[in-house]
T-cell receptor, first 114, second 112 residues
Framework: GAGVSQSPSNKVTEKGKDVELRCDPISGHTALYWYRQSLGQGLEFLIYFQGNSAPDKSGLPSDRFSAERTGGSVSTLTIQRTQQEDSAVYLC????????????FGPGTRLLVL | GEDVEQSLFLSVREGDSSVINCTYTDSSSTYLYWYKQEPGAGLQLLTYIFSNMDMKQDQRLTVLLNKKDKHLSLRIADTQTGDSAIYFCAVPKGGGSYIPTFGRGTSLIVHP
């Protein structure tokens, strides 16, 4: 595809439910990043993938958050037992092997936990 | 870890210059970035500067880097209403990582 895509674009869920957010990076991009953007806050780094492995998952806020990447492409961020404070925009970015300093962002998934 | 600070709001008149400032703490970064986020959209890389440069100019955009003071600025000349957006300063975490630490973003409001 032409750019990073994310789905769904919006998700409303009830407190305590699990949600899955999907990211489809630019074809050929080996690095993939997840960020969270809360209202009035900057971007908070969550996890970084190089290929299918995650050398840096230091930003995951709790064990309710997990992510996986398969086939070196699509990634899924899962939030279990959602809480109201999980409400935010979840952004995904990818970068190429030869240009890791340049990240290309998707449009984000806006999550609202009621 | 890296700490990146920006002022939250800037209001300018159309046609004037805008200057958005950023300060950071880690001096080992190789690249420093400016991203733009328009309403309802993801982040778009606007420009970046390599740490051995003092200035980079790209059409209406000028980036200034003062490594001694750990200060980065973005100047937009002849600001237009289409420039209204949130501008994020981003500096890599350091230790050879490309993962950037973002500031909170500066909301630029351009009025006629």
């Amino acid at each position: 595809g032409a750019g990073v895509s994310q789905s769904p674009s919006n998700k409303v869920t009830e407190k305590g439910k699990d949600v899955e957010l999907r990211c489809d990076p630019i074809s050929g991009h080996t690095a993939l990043y997840w960020y969270r953007q809360s209202l009035g806050q900057g971007l908070e780094f969550l996890i970084y993938f190089q290929g299918n492995s995650a050398p840096d998952k230091s930003g995951l806020p709790s064990d309710r958050f997990s992510a996986e990447r398969t086939g070196g492409s699509v990634s899924t961020l899962t939030i279990q037992r959602t809480q109201q404070e999980d409400s935010a925009v979840y952004l995904c970015a990818s970068s190429s092997p030869t240009g890791q300093e340049t990240q290309y962002f998707g449009p984000g998934t806006r999550l609202l936990v009621l | 870890g890296e700490d990146v600070e920006q002022s939250l709001f800037l209001s300018v008149r159309e046609g004037d210059s805008s200057v958005i400032n950023c300060t950071y703490t880690d001096s080992s970064s190789t690249y420093l970035y400016w991203y733009k986020q328009e309403p309802g959209a993801g982040l778009q890389l606007l420009t970046y500067i390599f740490s051995n440069m003092d200035m980079k100019q790209d059409q209406r955009l000028t980036v200034l880097l003062n490594k001694k003071d750990k200060h980065l600025s973005l100047r937009i000349a002849d600001t237009q209403t289409g420039d209204s957006a949130i501008y994020f300063c981003a500096v890599p975490k350091g230790g050879g990582s490309y993962i950037p630490t973002f500031g909170r973003g500066t909301s630029l409001i351009v009025h006629p």
